[in-house]
């Protein structure tokens, strides 16, 4: 039976998989800049997003929100720790996010700037959330945030955001710069997986600790059989199964990751009943969050229906 502590941290770890499925394929979207150099396709591209990114990032405020209210001796620990990749991961998102508004108004010669801006911040964000990402799974402590294992995970996190952005661009696109995103998304699929691999074989603890759960045995399983299933759905003539994969598939990383950890919050440094705040408070902010989180559901469901048709 979950206790107040586990209720709390299922709640952030809820926001922080809702923030990466919808923000994460804006990411990608932002790097696939990269691989697209006409005018019109970037432009085309832009739109698929630009009415979603900011209600998509609702779900970083949460999750940074709930962590302080929720652990605050783990937030700082975590904030002392963790401060200059934190810095330049916001820092890169608000660069994005600039490049992204003003990009319509600006001159070729500007609006060329600022596309490498919105590449290059989308990429930094995304790196650097992988960093975080290897730092916690390693048990983070000053001074020793990055490390080959926060290397490869910023790594997989870029090539996972990546197959995010091919995916949702085939769907919202589809015609060639669909099928030019179809062909990326298969090498961005095989990177994650040699980073994830990479990642199990350096931290061998992390992947015993998830096997060890019959839940964990399963997202492993089902992770195995998408990135098989995936390269099909990606030359099918359903652009919405691919998507749906790469989310699903998604879903059983952060779940593996996540699993990989608990009952820490910082592996083998800060245990969540330790760091958790009073059950007052935690009552007060999961009431709050059982109101938040539905209604922020509800507006991004609604945000999608209205603008499920491809961009023309």
Request: aromatic share 12%; glycine share 8%.
């Amino acid at each position: 039976m979950l206790n107040l502590p586990d209720l709390a941290a299922a709640a952030l770890a809820f926001t922080l998989m809702m923030y990466v499925l919808l923000d994460g394929a804006d990411l990608g979207v932002g790097m696939l800049f990269g691989w697209f150099h006409g005018e019109e396709e970037r432009h085309r591209l832009a739109l698929t997003i630009l009415p979603l990114w900011d209600a998509n990032e609702t779900w970083l405020v949460l999750l940074a929100g709930g962590l302080l209210a929720l652990f605050p001796a783990a937030a700082a620990q975590l904030f002392t720790a963790l401060y200059i990749p934190l810095f330049i991961m916001l820092f890169a998102l608000f660069v994005r996010a600039f490049a992204l508004e003003y990009r319509g108004h600006a001159s070729a010669r500007t609006k060329r700037l600022l596309d490498r801006a919105f590449a290059l911040g989308s990429a930094t964000a995304a790196f650097f959330q992988g960093v975080l990402t290897g730092a916690m799974l390693n048990g983070v402590s000053s001074g020793s945030w990055f490390s080959l294992t926060s290397a490869l995970c910023g790594c997989g996190a870029m090539a996972g955001y990546l197959l995010l952005g091919c995916c949702w661009t085939r769907w919202r696109l589809g015609g060639e710069t669909g099928e030019r995103a179809s062909l990326l998304a298969g090498l961005f699929l095989v990177i994650a997986i040699v980073m994830t691999i990479g990642v199990a074989l350096l931290l061998p603890a992390r992947l015993e600790a998830t096997w060890h759960f019959a839940a964990g045995k399963a997202f492993c399983a089902a992770a195995g059989a998408l990135c098989i299933a995936l390269p099909v759905l990606l030359y099918g003539e359903r652009p919405f199964a691919p998507l749906l994969a790469a989310l699903l598939l998604t879903v059983c990383w952060l779940a593996a990751g996540m699993l990989s950890v608990w009952p820490w919050l910082i592996p083998d440094l800060l245990p969540l009943n330790a760091t958790a705040a009073s059950p007052v408070a935690q009552r007060f902010v999961l009431w709050g969050l059982a109101v938040v989180m539905p209604l922020t559901l509800a507006y991004n469901s609604w945000a999608f229906r209205v603008l499920k048709g491809r961009v023309i």
